[in-house]
């Protein structure tokens, strides 16, 4: 983590000296990612299926523990640690979730092209996340051939984490940005 920090240091400072609207460069944004304990993304996206914050407190706490510590390297404000740990949140959960939706057959590029959601896409933010984007996904999954009738209770709340941490990871990046 010295080694990344150090690097990400000069990353940041540029960033901070040259310009407001400029993204953070990848490294900075790994951080967090790099310096997390193995298990800690699945525990995260099992916080983030669950819905349940108070069973997932360990995580969570840790989870922060680890993007404070990165913002601090990073000479990041409170308010841009509070987005820093929102977007390695989501970032976390969807690494996890992708491979999960794929072991039920089921495909997070479908979901995001349904939403429009994903890197390069409008990405609405987590409060405008709604009911009738699951209507959405179901149509998709209708013209891609699969029965939307066929796709259990876990596995639409499998596909409702994906939009759900989708929605995280661009709230906290926009956060920073």
């Known amino acids: 983590m010295i080694r ?16 407001q609207a400029h993204a953070r460069p990848p490294e900075a944004m790994a951080c967090a990612i790099i310096a997390a304990p193995p298990g800690l993304d699945a525990r995260i996206a099992d916080v983030v299926v669950s819905q349940d914050n108070d069973r997932g407190r360990p995580a969570l706490n840790e989870l922060r523990a680890i993007t404070d510590q990165c913002g601090v390297d990073q000479f990041l404000s ?6 820093y740990f929102t977007y390695t949140l989501g970032r976390m959960a969807r690494d996890v979730l992708d ?12 979901v995001d092209r349904a939403l429009d959601i994903g890197p390069g896409n409008a990405n609405n933010p987590a409060d405008k996340v709604t009911e009738g984007d699951l209507r959405h996904v179901a149509a998709a999954l209708a013209e891609s051939g699969k029965d939307p009738a066929t796709v259990t209770a876990p596995e639409w709340g499998l596909i409702t984490a994906w939009i759900a941490a989708t929605a995280q990871m661009f709230d906290g990046q926009r956060g920073l940005d």
């Open 4 to 19: 990344l920090a150090g690097r990400g240091l000069f990353a940041a400072l540029a960033v901070l000296a040259g310009a």
């Open 99 to 110: 491979g999960r939706l794929a072991a039920q057959g089921l495909s997070a590029a479908l």
């Open 78 to 83: 409170p308010k841009q640690r509070d987005a």
